[in-house]
């Protein structure tokens, strides 16, 4: 039964819930709007209609004195319901259950507990008072669905907390606690954690009490009046959010809302913030935006891995290996708050890699971005060793010694004589095949990968690679893990590379092969970032260093990247690779990489032409969505929106496309598949399409259909 509004009176502060979503009691003269609609209580059009009838029935009780509006469940409104974007709206609005509380002539007090974010600010900013417990967070985060605060948050939110803070807030899109919105004039009072209800109600009777002044937000002006004309604020906003918001018009779409605020009366800047959000939530990049919402929460649900399955208790960590991705590996779990072990085999090493992640925290504490206490207790966690014997208590382990299953292969077999039974075993091997490792272990079934990205402190995708006989606990328990470490995890499947870098390699088979048809690095490069990548493939190569990989003992000599080792520029360490690096590291052509180019070119028997930009990007994209498709088809992926996440959280694919598989879809498989017809007719195998993609265009079908 889909009840909206359930109105029950009595003296005695107990909530009856029935099947409603919005109930209406009145406890002392206070009446109290209670909204429960798990998960979120996201505001669907039964909570709307459920709000605007509890509002009505309060306003029509004239024993009412006050009205307090609290949220059963871990979270105040989260916002909008984001499934219905995209359908014909239903009444009534957001703004007519607004309508309802700013029409109370009795004051009315948003209780706000978890997340109040979205279009649930938004209604809390409606109302004439806001109290949070201390562990609440505020937040306009709708840029991350490709929006803007479309229910009068770019009107309400600047006559609170100023212009500046406004787009500070809506731009970044991050929440902020309950002590900070106390401190910029959001919140009105910060509450006890403990039965915020029994706060709020006190609180309401204080204001009913005093008589305080009951300003609706809509009517002030002191902030409007300070900030109107100060251009500074939108130049200080634009400059600090510019890069973000490339490839989209949402930049300049929030500007515009906020200048309203400021310079249109109420009622016409609501009108403009309508018009841009109408404009927004009609386009492809914010469709695409709203398909990686649902993604990375699809991500987290894992085929075959039943509900409740348990998990293993990780409160030690192991690292082997104090390299650059062993040391951003430890940092992850240091600050969650969990000790770790790091293991190298010499002294010098050791130091280095300690060395390095308290170079790291010094660095946060410098720029403002941790408290030298966080990063002290952080750097409390963490100790060295030199033997394995030393991870003998651990937990979990994840080894990040040199890429080669000989050396990966020792330090397991050594790891499985000293760990103690039950400890989980991981490799963050980047391509090899992790049975080939756990057939090693005694218990294979604890043994999986756990590949990070670098920098692996920084880049938020994990690839949870699932060996033939790892357990589902372990599986589960990698996903829980990941989570608290603040990362996106996605379950794959044994293969090289698994989903992330196999399809990377398909990219770069092409980009090399443009430079000696025709194309320059930089010309790569450029197609690419305008594309929305944060870098193209060979400044990519520049920033990991040409010699990954690369030994001089055993280069040909032969492509143009073992050339450009054996010259020795080997990327951005060395102030040379694909382009020049002066001392700022920034790059620019290179005239003597030009010239190796075409020597290699002219030497390998190629009749240079003129790239197309179009070709570019086909031949660099269309290959990468055909390995995807051979990933999807061998179960490597369960998704195509997990490979989706994958490009997005592990190498920067701009989220406003979707994704790969997305983009691909929206491109038409049809149009994919012809493209890559038409590449093997002159360029052979590497384009030969995937079975499941040719099967999918006979079907009319896409890969979200899957
Ligand atoms: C907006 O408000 C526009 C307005 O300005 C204008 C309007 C006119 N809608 O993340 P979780 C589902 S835009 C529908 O795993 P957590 C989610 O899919 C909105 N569903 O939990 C998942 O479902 P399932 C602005 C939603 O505890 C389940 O809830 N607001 C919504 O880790 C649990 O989610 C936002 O952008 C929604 N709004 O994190 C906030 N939110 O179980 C978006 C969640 O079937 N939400 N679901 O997979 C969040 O950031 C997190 O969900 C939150 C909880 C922090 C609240």
Redesign the pocket.
């Known amino acids: 039964m889909l009840y909206l509004c359930h109105e029950n009176r009595r003296e005695e502060p107990t909530m009856d819930r029935t099947d409603t979503e919005v109930s209406l009691d009145i406890d002392g003269g206070i009446a109290v709007v209670t909204v429960d609609s798990p998960?979120?209580n996201?505001?669907?059009q039964v909570v709307r209609a459920g709000l605007v009838n509890a509002f009505e029935a309060a306003r029509r009780d004239p024993a009412v004195e006050a009205v307090v509006l609290v949220c059963a469940g871990?979270?105040f409104i989260?916002?909008?319901?984001?499934?219905?974007?995209g359908k014909p709206p239903q009444a009534p609005?957001?703004?007519e259950v607004q309508a309802a509380i700013e029409a109370m002539d009795r004051p009315v007090t948003a209780a706000i507990h978890?997340?109040a974010?979205?279009?649930?600010?938004?209604l809390a900013l409606a109302c004439h008072f806001r109290v949070a417990v201390p562990s609440a967070?505020l937040g306009?985060?709708?840029v991350?669905?490709g929006?803007?605060?479309?229910?009068g948050?770019t009107q309400r939110l600047p006559r609170l907390v100023g212009a500046a803070r406004a787009l500070e807030m809506i731009l970044s899109?991050t929440?902020i606690g309950a002590a900070a919105a106390k401190a910029a004039g959001l919140i009105d009072a910060v509450l006890p954690d403990e039965d915020l209800r029994a706060g709020a109600l006190a609180f309401a009777r204080s204001i009913v009490a005093e008589d305080a002044p009951r300003n609706r937000t809509r009517d002030r002006t002191d902030w409007t009046d300070r900030d109107r004309g100060d251009e500074t604020i939108f130049a200080a906003a634009e400059k600090a959010h510019g890069r973000k918001f490339r490839g989209t018009s949402q930049l300049g779409h929030v500007v515009a809302a906020v200048r309203g605020s400021l310079e249109l009366p109420f009622e016409e800047g609501l009108a403009l913030e309508r018009k841009l959000?109408a404009e927004l939530v009609a386009s492809p990049q914010s469709a695409a935006m709203r398909h990686v919402?649902?993604a990375?929460?699809?991500a987290?649900?894992v085929p075959g891995l039943k509900a409740g399955t348990p998990t293993l208790s990780v409160e030690t960590v192991g690292v082997i290996g104090a390299g650059t991705m062993g040391g951003g590996i430890a940092m992850n779990f240091l600050n969650a708050g969990l000790p770790v072990t790091l293991v190298e085999t010499t002294q010098a090493a050791l130091d280095r890699g300690m060395a390095t992640i308290r170079a790291n925290y010094e660095g946060s504490v410098q720029r403002g971005r941790m408290s030298e206490t966080d990063a002290a207790a952080r750097l409390a966690l963490l100790s060295g060793a030199l033997d394995m014997e030393a991870l003998a208590g651990c937990d979990l382990v994840v080894e990040a010694v040199f890429e080669t299953m000989a050396v990966k292969q020792a330090v397991f077999s050594r790891l499985d004589a000293v760990a103690k039974p039950g400890a989980i075993l991981a490799t963050n091997t980047s391509y090899l095949d992790v049975d080939a490792i756990a057939a090693l272990a005694n218990w294979p079934e604890h043994v999986l990968g756990l590949h990070f990205f670098s920098p692996a402190n920084v880049m938020k995708l994990l690839e949870v690679v699932r060996g033939a006989k790892t357990a589902p606990a372990v599986i589960a328990t990698a996903m829980q893990l990941a989570?608290r470490i603040g990362k996106t995890a996605v379950v794959v499947g044994v293969c090289h590379g698994f989903v992330g870098n196999r399809m990377l390699a398909q990219r770069k088979l092409q980009a090399d092969a443009l430079l000696l048809e025709g194309a320059m690095p930089w010309d790569v490069d450029r197609v690419l970032t305008d594309f929305g990548l944060p870098m193209g493939p060979f400044a990519m190569s520049d920033l990991a260093g040409l010699d990954l990989g690369w030994s001089a003992e055993t280069s040909k000599g032969e492509t143009v990247r073992e050339i450009l080792c054996e010259r020795g520029r080997r990327g951005q360490k060395t102030g040379a690779g694909f382009y020049d690096y002066d001392a700022a590291r920034k790059a620019t052509p290179s005239a003597d990489v030009e010239a190796l180019i075409l020597e290699v070119s002219a030497r390998d028997g190629y009749v240079r032409r003129s790239v197309s930009d179009q070709e570019i990007l086909e031949r660099c994209l269309y290959p990468m969505i055909n390995e995807g498709a051979k990933i999807l088809d061998e179960g490597i992926a369960a998704r195509a929106s997990d490979i989706d996440i994958v490009w997005i959280h592990g190498y920067g694919w701009p989220a406003y496309t979707g994704g790969p598989m997305y983009y691909a879809d929206r491109l038409g498989l049809g149009t994919v598949l012809a493209g890559l017809r038409r590449y093997e007719a002159t360029h052979g195998e590497a384009f030969h399409p995937a079975p499941l993609l040719e099967r999918l265009v006979a079907e009319g079908r896409g890969f979200g259909d899957l």
Do not use: H, M, Y
């Not at 989260?78 to 974007?85: N, R």
């Open positions: 998960p979120v996201a505001l669907s871990k979270t989260a916002g909008a319901d984001i499934t219905e974007f609005s957001l703004a978890g997340t974010l979205g279009g649930g600010l938004e967070k306009l985060p709708e991350k669905l929006l803007l605060p479309g229910g948050g899109g929440p959000f919402f649902f990375e929460r699809q987290g649900k989570k």
